[in-house]
């Protein structure tokens, strides 16, 4: 059992060097819900997801949701 955070939009999941992968397998796992909790409020998404991914089944299961700080806006574009 891995717990990932998931970009509630793409799907993807957080790597450990902060990048997104569609493959669970390669998304950075962490060792209590509120750890990843944490860690997923200071990405650059909008919403994300905490998940529980059973890589010997494939399945996922929702743990809980919350908003990241969101997408940097520049000024002048």
Same mark, same amino acid.
């Given at each position: 059992?891995?717990?990932?955070?998931?970009n509630?939009?793409?799907?993807e999941?957080?790597?450990?060097?902060?990048?997104?992968?569609?493959? *669970?397998?390669?998304?950075?796992?962490?060792?209590?819900?509120?750890?990843?909790? &944490?860690?997923?409020?200071?990405? =650059?998404? %909008?919403?994300?997801?905490?998940v529980?991914?059973i *890589?010997?089944?494939?399945q996922?299961?929702?743990?809980?949701h919350?908003r990241g &700080?969101?997408?940097?806006v520049? =000024?002048? %574009?």
């Open positions: 059992m891995n717990i990932l955070v998931e509630n939009e793409t799907l999941y957080l790597t450990e060097k902060g990048q997104w992968t569609k493959d *669970p397998l390669e998304g950075r796992r962490f060792p209590a819900t509120t750890v990843a909790f &944490k860690a997923a409020k200071h990405e =650059s998404v %909008e919403r994300f997801n905490i529980c991914h *890589p010997q089944t494939n996922f299961i929702n743990l809980d919350g &700080k969101g997408l940097e520049v =000024s002048g %574009e």
